[in-house]
């Protein structure tokens, strides 16, 4: 597969899956807010943090205090790489430079996506019904995926596809549990409130893991949460999940037997899979939860690193150097 085609299919994977996360997050927020009733849920900030775009929002526009200026951001703002708009256009672009690899299913759904948010961005009418708003991305992100499983050859064209796709949804997952446990909470008054059992539910909804949660645990507690969402083996939105579903896909791409590895890509991958596999919980919160998501929040960007070098950079071959001897 050509470089060009392996990059377009990947990135346009994790971009339908990162309007899909911030979509999640900031429906969630709207809809805590509305439970609030002393109106602390307005915390906007952490949102931006989650994204990882709180330098480029801070120097535009300060303090994330309002509502407007956050949801306006990471929603229609077309100055912002990572708004959902300018998420779903580069998934399109993509898309568009390969509509003779992909299905023609999949780019006709991933048009009619772009421009329903296109068309609300340009009406303004986007967010006067918000929760139908961001569930009728969501549902388009689902039936994108959908189709995507449906009509693609699950060959090397797909495993790109869910590369990129997990690679996404394992870094969002990672970064909402890291800004619930030390951004979101106002107080450590807090801890143990009813107000933290609201904002813990909202962390789980967030990743459409509340009545997953609910069947397994029920009751909510920290520890039971942050042990569902890193390291549950079955959930699809969790971190363990989406890390051993990537490394079956880059696995497949390169042909090498799992268990062994011979890109820097597939060690890093396999340690992390390995590391999530014989983690617990205790032991994660016991030695600080937060170090340990940076941590492997660093590790997946470097697989991400390494996918690129490997795969989809135009390197071109070194020119050897010919001896005059061997001219003459």
């Known amino acids: 597969m050509l ?74 703002d077309e100055e912002n790489p990572n708004s959902i708009l300018s998420c779903l256009r580069s998934a399109r672009e993509n898309a568009r430079s390969i509509r003779e690899i992909i299905s023609s299913e999949m780019w006709l ?7 329903l948010v296109n068309s609300a961005a340009s009406a303004g009418r986007g967010l006067e019904s918000p929760h139908q708003f961001f569930s009728d991305i969501k549902a388009s992100s689902f039936l994108f995926t959908g189709v995507t499983d449906a009509t ?40 143990g409130s009813a107000f933290d059992d609201v904002q813990w539910a909202a962390v789980l909804r967030s990743c459409s893991a509340f009545e997953m ?12 949460i942050v042990d569902f969402l890193l390291l549950n083996a079955q959930f699809p939105r969790s971190i363990r999940y989406c890390s051993n579903a990537a490394q079956a896909s880059l696995h497949a791409i390169s042909g090498t037997p799992l268990g062994n590895f011979r890109t820097p890509p597939e060690k890093l991958l396999g340690q992390l899979c ?4 014989y983690d617990n919980v205790e032991e994660v919160l016991q ?5 340990y998501l ?28 010919v001896s005059k001897e061997r001219v003459q």
Not at 43 to 48: S, Y
Not at 295 to 313: D, P
Request: proline letters at 3%; hydrophobic letters at 35%.
């Open 274 to 277: 390995s590391d999530l596999a």
């Open 152 to 191: 693609l050859t699950h060959g090397e064209s797909w495993h790109f596809a869910k590369l990129g796709q997990e690679l996404e949804r394992a870094d969002k997952t990672s970064r909402i549990l890291d800004v619930k446990y030390f951004i979101l909470l106002p107080s450590v008054n807090d801890v």
């Open 3 to 76: 470089s060009r085609v392996a990059d377009s299919i990947y990135w346009m994977s994790r971009y339908v899956e990162r309007a899909d996360n911030i979509a999640r997050v900031v429906d969630v927020n709207l809809n805590l807010m509305l439970d609030s009733s002393d109106g602390s849920a307005q915390q906007w900030d952490p949102l931006i943090y989650t994204m990882g775009d709180h330098e480029r929002f801070k120097a535009r526009f300060g303090e994330a205090t309002t509502q407007d200026n956050v949801t306006h951001f990471l929603t229609f």
């Open 213 to 224: 949660y609910r069947k397994k645990h029920g009751k909510i507690t920290p520890s039971s």
């Open 287 to 291: 030695n600080g939860l937060h170090e």
């Open 294 to 321: 940076d941590e492997l929040q660093t590790t997946m960007n470097k697989v991400g690193a390494g996918v690129h070098h490997i795969f989809f950079s135009r390197r071109l071959p070194t020119p050897k150097t």
């Open 109 to 115: 759904h991933l048009n009619k996506f772009y421009l």
